[in-house]
């Protein structure tokens, strides 16, 4: 895909060079730390350390993930998709509206943590905040080998989901929807922690829900499984 003429923003190869040398240390630190706290780490705001040559590879592919899922229609400007730094408390989100997302760049990310605090926004990036955040804070931290969530707005299954009508497998990459697509029933936008945890519990083993009137939620063990389940659905 990204050879088919996706442009990443990448950067000079100074800023790459710099990505490496602080990724090599710094995360080696944080996972250095991770493992002997035995659980999430609480990671200080850094806007040095948390711009936009931080957490690189997770940024390239969460824009191009965010790129695929615009180019498909299952968002746009509104919907936004979410990857956890792995052995972190550290979750990248895609900006809210004002922002198509087939035209993400890496630089555009915003910066969590699990329970909420943003760390970090793009400057000059006119755009709003991903409003519905805890939603991807909140199942990150409650399905923590999920590494990447999607909010969609995809119109297929959001019909299917007005009309109460099941989501079945019919072919072969849906095989992982036979248990079922549990649905929520609350139509509203998720902009309470409250509100999310009754999302994730409806959520609960599976890896997609219907937002009945408003979208879907799915989610992957990594940003590659996180795609193909948001096609498959």
Known sequence: YVGGGVSLGLGPAAARSDVKNWSSSGQRRRADRFKATGGVIAVAAEPDRLGPVAYWEERRKLAILGRIAGSLGYIGAFGHISVRVPDTDIVLITPGAGVEKSTLRVEQMYVYDINGTKLYHPPDLKAFDPLEYPIHTRIHRDKPEMLCVA???????????????????????????????????????????????????????????????????????????????????
Do not use: W
Not at 158 to 163: D, E, K, S, Y
């Open 151 to 233: 909010h969609l707005h995809a119109r297929t299954s959001t019909l299917l989901g007005i009309a109460n009508q099941p989501i079945v497998p019919v072919i072969n990459q849906a095989f992982y929807l036979h248990e079922g697509v549990p649905t929520s029933d609350n139509p509203s936008l998720v902009v309470k922690d409250e509100q999310a945890a009754e999302l994730s519990a409806v959520l609960g083993d599976k890896v997609a829900c219907q937002m009945r009137g408003h979208g879907s939620v799915v989610v992957g063990e990594t940003p590659e499984i996180g795609l193909m389940n948001c096609y498959s659905l």
